[in-house]
């Protein structure tokens, strides 16, 4: 079941006081959930994410926009009516109720014709069990679980009643780093499983490029980019979205543009073709560096951190907005660290600008002013 969005805006009344202004937790967002697929939502605490999900369950109303299942408009539909699953972001089982008891919670509230027997009620409980692999903790209560199961109950629980759509608000959050990687797995494999049309929230950018068919990345209620994980991370629009995908995060430098040559502080150190004179924030991603001693980057080593196949190069250099400058190479490529300084060359494809006011990205043709290293 498709999932769009369409110029949904959402407003919070103030309380009152004039010091308390209204809140608009969501501008004008308009994005889709294509049938089957699971989109990531991705965004900074406060921007509106558990909003957007809200309105998508029917929990909020709209102040404006309308909201659509496949052709069905559902934007005035009762949140009952619209076959949505969610686990919420402060999930919370019923503490007295078995894991049994609190999956089977929600087909016992069923109404009229959608009601079932005790006998199908089972199975359906008994199926979502299996799915989370749970079935051999029904008879439990929520604290005699560790915080995994907790979530995968809570999990099995949204699935119970056979949803259109899946919503997850930040699911993975209470648990340790072992047991989220594992988790989120999990989900992945259960939404492959099942095709369930699912948004998936979390604050972790990492988190949502690994499981995710699509992102869409928010800010302050406003959607910033929406796409495919590796297309946002390789042609980010702005420099907000640079800098929240990526793990170590995009090297920024401050930097300058003079007749078509990019400059890190006074040093010429890529060619950048069709850029006006200006200047520019300029990001680089750690996989960006090529060392070679002929690099026009000339950085000050601090230190060398061996990652296995890869090794990660900790550096200084004066016009990085960072303490440091991460760059990660290939351990096979020979690093010379004479006196303490390494120099690199920039791989375009790895090199983004944006406008020094507005953060948008400037786009530029690229050859390397000093090729080594290739
Ligand atoms: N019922 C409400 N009344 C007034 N303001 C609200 C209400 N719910 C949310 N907000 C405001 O709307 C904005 C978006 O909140 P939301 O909960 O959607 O953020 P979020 O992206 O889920 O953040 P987090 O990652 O911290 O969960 C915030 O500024 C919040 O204070
Ligand atoms: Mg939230």
Redesign the pocket.
């Known amino acids: 079941m498709e999932v769009k969005l369409k110029n949904i805006t959402?407003r919070?009344?103030?309380?009152g006081r004039k010091e308390e202004r209204?809140?608009?937790?969501?501008k004008d967002l308009s994005f889709d959930v294509p049938d089957g697929t699971l989109v990531g939502l991705l965004?900074?605490?406060?921007?509106?994410?558990?909003?957007?999900?809200?309105l998508i369950c029917g929990l909020?109303n709209p102040t404006d926009g309308r909201i659509f299942f496949g052709e069905e408009d559902v934007t005035d539909l009762p949140p009952e009516l619209r076959g949505v699953g969610m686990v919420f972001?402060n999930y919370a089982l019923y503490p007295h109720l078995t894991v049994l008891q609190n999956i089977l919670f929600p087909l016992e509230n069923l109404k009229g014709k959608n009601r079932l027997s005790k006998k199908e009620m089972n199975d359906r409980a008994m199926e979502a069990a299996r799915l989370v692999q749970i079935e051999g903790l029904l008879e439990r209560k929520p604290k005699e679980l560790s915080g995994g199961q907790q979530q995968r109950v809570a999990i099995a629980r949204a699935l119970v009643k056979m949803p259109r759509v899946l919503l997850l608000?930040?699911p993975l959050s209470n648990l340790d780093a072992r047991l989220r990687l594992q988790t989120r797995e999990e989900i992945c494999k259960i939404q492959k499983k099942t095709g369930i049309t699912t948004l998936f929230?979390t604050?972790d950018q990492e988190e949502a490029m690994s499981i995710s068919d699509r992102i869409v990345v928010?800010r302050d209620?406003v959607l910033m980019q929406e796409g495919k994980p590796q297309q946002v991370y390789d042609d980010p629009v702005n420099l907000f979205v640079a800098k929240f995908l990526g793990t170590p995060p995009i090297n920024v430098f401050e930097a300058e543009v003079k007749d078509e040559v990019l400059y890190f502080s006074e040093q010429p150190v890529l060619e950048v073709k069709n850029v006006k004179d200006q200047p520019v924030w300029a990001g680089v991603r750690p996989e960006g560096f090529v060392p070679g001693k002929d690099g026009p980057v000339i950085c000050e080593l601090d230190r060398v951190e061996v990652l296995g196949r890869d090794i990660s190069v900790v550096c200084r250099h004066a016009a990085c907005q960072a303490e440091n400058v991460r760059a990660i190479i290939n351990s096979e490529h020979e690093l010379e660290s004479g006196l303490g300084k390494v120099s690199f060359s920039l791989k375009p494809e790895k090199v983004f600008l944006f406008g020094r006011g507005d953060e948008e990205r400037i786009p530029f043709g690229a050859s390397c002013v000093s090729d080594s290293g290739n």
Request: a negative charge.
């Open positions: 959402k919070f009344p103030g309380r209204e809140t608009v937790a969501v965004g900074p605490s406060g921007c509106g994410k558990t909003t957007t999900l809200n909020e972001q608000d930040e929230v604050h928010m209620g």
